[in-house]
């Protein structure tokens, strides 16, 4: 049984399109997150929402828009995809425990040509 | 900002060896984590450090934390090749939202 799970593993696309990424988890945790980790393996987080409400919001581009319909589900909607989105976006999740760590899905591979 | 400097960014060691990943990180916290992330693969976590002088040991690894110094170390032993992977360290700035800021990595391979 997969924990973390996102769709699609790998996405290539033109400039200008807009794509979605989903991720789902089924551990029953609080919070979930995306990243985004470059060509040079340098993570960064993205967004968190923690049941539904958007908890963190980092700088990026509002071409990025996350939506959390249920605390299972964290989509990701780009639009208008540039070169520079290439990278490879994770998923994570994480119980509401101090003890706890996040749990990261297998990664979605995004390449814009 | 909170920055999250490790070091080396490289390593390369024979097996059989001993050596240590330093991870630095500029303001107060007091909970680290360590990742291993294999070439095209997810993030596993490795371990989870939430006071001074914790100290976690996991087959050949080992990580502890000094707060005071704001570093983290994960010492290998007797490394073996299973062991090649890239290893992060990641610090959390706002307790409670665990906002996860990573070091740049580590690429670690060890040779036979």
């Known amino acids: 049984d997969t924990a973390v799970s996102q769709t699609p593993k790998y996405l290539v696309t033109q400039m200008g399109n807009d794509k979605s990424i989903k991720c789902e988890q089924n551990?029953?945790?609080?919070?979930m997150y995306w990243y985004k980790q470059d060509s040079k393996k340098f993570l960064k987080i993205m967004f968190s929402y923690n049941n539904k409400e958007l908890i963190i919001n980092e700088t990026v581009p509002n071409r990025f828009s996350p939506k959390s319909p249920d605390k299972a589900h964290l989509n990701l909607h780009i639009n208008s995809l540039e070169l520079g989105d290439s990278a490879v976006y994770f998923c994570?999740?994480?119980?509401?425990?101090?003890?706890?760590?996040?749990?990261f899905g297998p990664g979605t591979r995004l390449l814009v040509l | 900002e909170l920055k999250v400097e490790q070091n080396p960014l490289f390593l390369s060691m024979q097996e059989g060896k001993n050596y240590t990943i330093y991870c630095n990180y500029s303001t107060t916290s007091d909970r680290l984590y360590w990742y291993r992330q294999d070439p095209g693969k997810s993030l596993e976590s490795l371990f989870v450090l939430l006071s001074n002088g914790a100290v976690k040991q996991e087959g050949r690894l080992m990580a502890s934390l000094d707060t005071k110094a704001r570093l983290s170390t994960l010492h290998i032993t007797a490394a073996v090749h299973d062991l090649s992977a890239t290893y992060f360290c990641a610090v959390d700035e706002h307790f409670g939202n665990e906002k996860l800021t990573f070091g740049t990595g580590t690429r670690l391979t060890i040779i036979p």
């Open positions: 551990l029953g945790h609080d919070t």
């Open positions: 994570a999740s994480r119980r509401d425990t101090t003890q706890e760590t996040q749990y």
